[in-house]
């Protein structure tokens, strides 16, 4: 079976090595030497400061809110995996969503702008399927407004950004390190923060508020920490990261070549690079989109509607308002499988199968 988010297991020997070091250490958590080892290690790789280890991306979202004491409300898009929405509505703030940008499928400063209230104090905007949105766009209407910007980054790790790390934009960026994501922990998340006294605070915060040094508790924290077994499951990951990015990427390149008559594709920035993180492809209409995930699923290819339904129209997240964009793209977009165990012959018969859904659906 070929399918989307199929998690890679690093070499077993090389984690076996890691756990020896936890049974020698006896050390299991509370910012452990494999977790700090990490931190710096994939720190330098992605060339970002500032990076805090959590222990799980819906929490790196809730720890960055909270270290900046963000109350109210925060502006976020509809269309993104629901995390995004529930780590703000956990954080205790009202969420407003935006609609998106038709075709980058990411949120629009401009729209964004619109959408502020009174009580707005913190944006969150997706990079959504790790296409980088407008930061400077963002940056300009932050500063203007005096509100925070945290960016779920969760499928932007790898991505440059005019040269360098997108996760260095915003006041925070934050990763998540699940299973199904291209570098993972098994369960785990990150925070990059701009400054290192922010960082420093939400080192606090993740560990209870306790403060380390006199055990006196400046903030009301929470329990984020990673252990040092998710630790060495990504430190036996980490020297295979590159490889993993580049054949990513050559995946979606290839799907790109063999689809482009055929379907359209969310507008790539041209100053981002590409980490093959998903490979989105948006179908004509949602009966062809149906149509495509139930043939692919007839040959046991499983694709998935990411993201679906657009979050304003669930229970949970309903907002009154209406966002046109973000649920006509929901009913419109398939992730197509996209892991290191495909190669290019994989690539080309999913490629053929949707091809021969769509002319079906056209007869
Ligand atoms: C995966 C994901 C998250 C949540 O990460 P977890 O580590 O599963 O908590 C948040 N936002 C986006 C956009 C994601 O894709």
Redesign the pocket.
């Known amino acids: 079976m070929t399918t989307v988010g199929r998690p890679y297991l690093p070499n077993r020997k090389k984690l076996e090595g890691y756990l020896d070091q936890v049974y020698e250490s006896q050390w299991l958590t509370n910012n452990g030497p494999l977790v700090r080892e990490l931190e710096e290690r994939l720190g330098d790789y992605l060339g970002v400061d500032n990076l805090l280890l959590v222990a799980?991306?819906?929490?790196a979202?809730e720890v960055a809110l909270r270290t900046f004491g963000i109350s109210g409300e925060a502006v976020s898009t509809p269309f993104?995996?629901v995390?995004?929405s529930a780590a703000i509505r956990n954080e205790g703030l009202g969420v407003r969503y935006a609609d998106i940008d038709p075709e980058t499928l990411n949120l629009d400063p401009a729209k964004v702008e619109s959408a502020c209230g009174p009580d707005t104090q913190a944006l969150v905007p997706?990079h959504v399927y790790g296409n980088p949105c407008d930061v400077e766009g963002f940056d300009e209407l932050a500063r203007r407004k005096g509100l925070k910007t945290v960016y779920?980054a969760?499928?932007a790790l790898g991505v440059n950004y005019d040269g360098h790390s997108v996760l260095r934009w915003g006041d925070a960026a934050t990763l998540?390190?699940?299973a199904?994501?291209l570098f993972h922990t098994g369960?785990?998340?990150a925070v990059v923060f701009r400054r290192a006294e922010d960082h420093e605070r939400a080192r606090r915060l993740i560990n209870f508020g306790l403060e380390a040094v006199d055990g006196s508790i400046p903030d009301v924290g929470m329990n984020a920490k990673m252990s040092e077994f998710h630790a060495a499951v990504g430190l036996a990951m980490l020297d295979d990261l590159p490889a993993i990015l580049e054949h990513r990427k050559a995946v979606g390149e290839a799907y790109e070549r063999e689809l482009d008559d055929w379907v359209s594709f969310p507008a790539w920035s041209k100053r981002g690079t590409r980490n093959g993180a998903y490979a989105p492809i948006l179908l004509e209409t949602p009966s062809v989109r149906d149509k495509v995930k139930a043939v692919l699923q007839s040959e046991d290819v499983i694709a998935r509607s990411y993201f679906s339904p657009s979050l304003d129209e669930t229970a949970a997240y309903r907002a009154g308002n209406f966002f046109p964009e973000s649920q006509a793209k929901a009913l419109r977009t398939l992730c197509l499988p996209i892991n290191t165990g495909m190669d290019f012959n994989d690539v080309k018969k999913i490629s053929l199968c949707i091809k021969r859904a769509i002319n079906q659906e056209r007869e």
């Open positions: 799980n991306g819906t929490l979202l993104t995996f995390a995004t997706v779920d969760a499928h998540s390190l699940h199904t994501k369960e785990g998340g």
